[in-house]
Structure formats: C-alpha cells, structure tokens
C-alpha cells in the first residue's frame, strides 16, 4: 500500500505563515482558521517549528503537529558564472516592520560606502524612500530571474518579519535559495537560526552595520568558502526531494498513531 493510499482518510493542514495564523488567532481577525478547527485534524504541518509545535497541540488541541518548512530546487538555485553587480543585495517585497532592518544594515551601509554597490529587489516599497544613488531598485523580480540574481552579488541579506523572529524556528525560503547558489548570507538573528546553518560558519548573522561592513569587505576566498558551506548545507537538508521525503514519513506516523488508537494502543 502506497502512502498516497494510506492519506485518504487524514486530515491535514499545511500553515505557511503560522506565526501570523497564531497572532490573528490571539486577537479572533484569522477568516481562515478558528481554534476549534485544530482539534480535528489528525496532523498540522508548519512553517514554523520550535516551541510554536507544543503550542499547538497543547493550547490548541491539535493531535499531532510537525515543521515542514520551506524548501529549494536545487535545478532551478545553483552557482553559474556572471558578472558581480552588487556587494550586497536584499530580495523582498515591503514590510513596515521589517524596513526597519532594512535601513540599518542596508541603505545606511550604501550611504558610509559610496564606492560600494546595492540592490534592493521586490515590491510595494513607498514612494518617500530616500534610495542612495548606489542602491539599485528593482521593482519586479521574476521568479525565473532569481537565480541570476543571487549570482550576481557577493553577499545576500536575509531579514525577518518581526512574527517570525518573535516565533523563531521560521526560515525564510530566501536562505535556501540564496544558499543553493552558494551565495553568502548575511542575516538579522533570530531563536533557531543554528537549527538551518551553524553561524559564523555557514551563515553570518549581522547585528548592526558595522557587522555588515566588516563581512563585505572579506576576502574573496573566505566568502567563497562561507557559500560552499551553505550550499553543502542546504543540498544535504533543505531540498523539495528532502522535504516530500519528511512530509511522507509525517504521514506514514499520523496514520501509525490513529491506527492504534482506533485499537486502543498508546
């Protein structure tokens, strides 16, 4: 008998923004999801691990609940040759809590080394951001751009939505694919970093500007070799293959689990 055969009578929900999910619930704004909800499913899948799984299914009365986070095809993200436009590039979309960050370890950084140069990638930015003139703005970034993106700068930035870093265990799939490239992240910090890269060795949190500095100024060869690690990193554990392979071993279990109780095990 097939998995696929064995998942027709489960019931599962895949939450892809779970620290939002549990802070709308917290003030009753989710219109998709109600706590009375998680109690009848045999299994929840998460964007976010960590503490954030207990609190599911203990204050929400969910059976069982397992991180399957995000994840990077290695065909699509992997290192080819380009040209290095940018010394460090940021690609997101706008967020007010995360702008923030953006402004510390980006823009400020573009403003103290005009020799230097930036990108920021992605949408819906306000009209009234004051971009240094070393700063490139790309306002729409196809998805099948986004390799030769990342190929293109010498260090990738990764910053945090603040209900992921308050949540922690919440990886963004930016790290995968910056990664898969072999492309050195400089990062904000966040609880749970260590689970996905070891810092320092494959990947460089940055707590202030100066750390940014300091980490686009490195030599070739130890930037190289921060890369190379992630990248090993990431084909090892973090790959669409590795997580089908978790998500089928989660459901193998959840049928486990309710075949004994339907017999009374424990």
Not at 73 to 91: M, S, T
Not at 176 to 188: N, S
């Amino acid at each position: 008998m097939c998995s696929s055969d064995l998942a027709r009578n489960l019931a599962a929900f895949y939450d892809i923004d779970t620290p939002v999910t549990l802070a709308a619930l917290r003030k009753g704004e989710c219109f998709y999801m109600s706590r009375a909800l998680y109690p009848r499913y045999d299994l929840c899948f998460s964007f976010t691990g960590g503490p954030t799984l207990d609190y599911i299914k203990r204050a929400l009365g969910c059976p069982h609940a397992a991180a399957l986070y995000c994840s990077v095809d290695p065909a699509l993200y992997h290192p080819e040759p380009r040209d290095c436009r940018w010394d460090l590039a940021y690609l997101g979309t706008y967020a007010a809590d995360r702008q923030p960050a953006l402004d510390a370890l980006l823009l400020d950084v573009a403003r103290k080394l005009p020799d230097n140069r930036f990108a920021v990638a992605g949408p819906a930015y306000p009209e009234d951001i004051d971009w240094p003139p070393n700063v490139d703005r790309i306002h729409h970034l196809p998805g099948n751009e986004h390799r030769n993106f990342y190929n293109s700068q010498k260090f990738a930035l990764n910053l945090t939505r603040q209900d992921m870093v308050r949540a922690g265990y919440s990886p963004s799939v930016r790290l995968f694919e910056a990664a898969a490239c072999g492309v050195p992240i400089l990062t904000d910090n966040w609880p749970g970093l260590e689970t996905f890269f070891e810092p320092n060795l494959e990947i460089l949190p940055v707590p202030s500007a100066e750390d940014v500095t300091s980490h686009i100024q490195m030599p070739a060869e130890a930037r190289a070799a921060v890369g190379d690690r992630a990248r090993r990193r990431t084909l090892r554990f973090h790959t669409a293959a590795v997580r089908a392979e978790e998500f089928e071993a989660e459901i193998l279990a959840a049928f486990e689990r309710r075949n004994c109780l339907k017999h009374g095990q424990r």
